[in-house]
Structures are given as C-alpha cells and as structure tokens.
C-alpha cells in the first residue's frame, strides 16, 4: 500500500495562513491525493483532493509537487473551527477505492 | 439535507453480548463503508459494500459481520464484544471506486461503543 508521513502536530495562529506537508513518495501515476479532517468528537469530512494539478475550493487549497512525491494542504486564514486532526490518503482509484487513513497531524489554532 | 446517519450515537453493552449498530444514507451512494476507529488512533477499515458486493479486509476479525439489506441502510453486527472493541464506529458512503471525486466518503457522526 502506498504510504503517507505528515507531522503529528503543527500550531498556527488565528487568521494566519496554515501550511500542512505530506510526503508520498511511492505515489503511483493513478492515485489520487485526497485530504480529509476529523473535528473532536465527530467523524472524518473531506476536505479536497487532487491528482497531478494544484486545486483550489471554498475550504482550502492544494498545491502538489511537480514529481506528486509531496502534496501541502494550504488554510489560507485559520479559525479556531479549524483545529482538527488533518489526513493525508492515497486513493488508489482502482477496483478497491479504500481510503487508508495514516496517523494525520494535529493542527492547534491559537486565538 | 443529504446526510449519513448513525443510531446510537452511544451505545453500552456487556462483555459477549452482541449488539448492532446501524448506519442509513439519504445519498443513494453505492458504497457503505465501516470503520473503527479507537481513542487517539485513525480509523481502521473492516469492510465494505458495492451495493451488494462484501468485502472484508484481511485483519478484521470474524467477530465482527455486516449487512446491508437494501441501498439505505447497512449494519454492523458485533457477534461477542470485547473489551478491546470499544471504539468509535465511523460509517462512511461513497459513489463509486474510480478515484477522485467518485471515491470521496461522506462520514456519519459515528457510534461510541463501550463493553462493560
């Protein structure tokens, strides 16, 4: 199975920009970046996702290297809503589109 | 609005007495996930409906069965619960298997289990 690494914790600021890494780097030419968030207490929301191409929607951007052996998930202006557990996950995009969750990063927002 | 949705949000049961947890979709999605997901973990997949089509993933263990009687609705049967299958049980729905947009999963709030 492919693989992701992320930080287990990052902090940010209120209203500041949010930078989250993720390392794939035995990312096949067909899988999918996807991102997903978990709030305390509730179940996983997706957040984006992307394949070769940055992406952006109304929740966060994604910027995905060149070589796709990286991807960053980009908050643009952090809120205090948006401390959560962040998932990077490889989506296959094959027969089985299992999402196989990692550890994810704590992201703690400061007011 | 279009939602998963997950009854109990909280559910008790004693040690080897089964129980059911169950899991109902407005999306009219064909695919109807359940994962577990224990206290500071991510959530682990056991297994997974194509509309009528089960699969189990390997590490899941036989304690645990599903069903999924029509479109809507899926259940997650715990056959002899123990202690370390308290969890929280996340249901998930997806359109399809092709990548991308197709695959994204639309969770419900999820069910706390606890074995006394």
């Known amino acids: 199975d492919a693989k992701t690494t992320q930080p287990n914790s990052m902090e940010s600021n209120e209203e500041e920009p949010v930078h989250l890494p993720c390392n794939h780097s035995?990312?096949?030419?067909?899988?999918?970046i996807h991102w997903y968030r978990q709030l305390p207490s509730q179940g996983p929301e997706y957040v984006i996702h992307g394949l070769t191409s940055n992406v952006n929607n109304r929740m966060a951007s994604l910027a995905i290297a060149e070589d796709r052996k990286s991807s960053t998930l980009i908050l643009h202006r952090a809120t205090l809503r948006d401390a959560a557990v962040y998932y990077c996950?490889?989506?296959?995009?094959?027969?089985?589109?299992?999402?196989?969750f990692g550890k994810g990063t704590k992201l703690s927002v400061k007011p | 609005d279009a939602m998963v949705i997950q009854n109990p949000r909280y559910q008790v049961t004693q040690f080897g007495k089964p129980v059911t947890l169950s899991c109902s979709q407005t999306l009219n999605h064909n695919v109807m996930y359940w994962y577990q997901q224990k206290s500071s973990q991510a959530p682990k997949l056991l297994f997974h409906?194509?509309?009528?089509?089960?699969?189990n993933e390997a590490d899941t263990p036989d304690n645990f069965q599903s069903r999924r009687p029509n479109t809507s609705f899926c259940f997650l049967d715990i056959r002899s619960p123990g202690l370390g299958d308290a969890a929280m049980y996340l249901c998930?729905?997806?359109?399809?298997?092709?990548?991308?947009?197709?695959?994204?999963?639309?969770f419900g709030p999820g069910t706390r289990l606890t074995v006394l």
């Open positions: 996950i490889l989506d296959y995009g094959g027969s089985q589109g299992n999402l196989i």
């Open positions: 998930a729905t997806s359109r399809d298997y092709r990548g991308g947009i197709y695959n994204e999963q639309f």
């Open positions: 035995t990312i096949s030419g067909t899988d999918y």
């Open positions: 409906y194509y509309d009528k089509d089960f699969n």
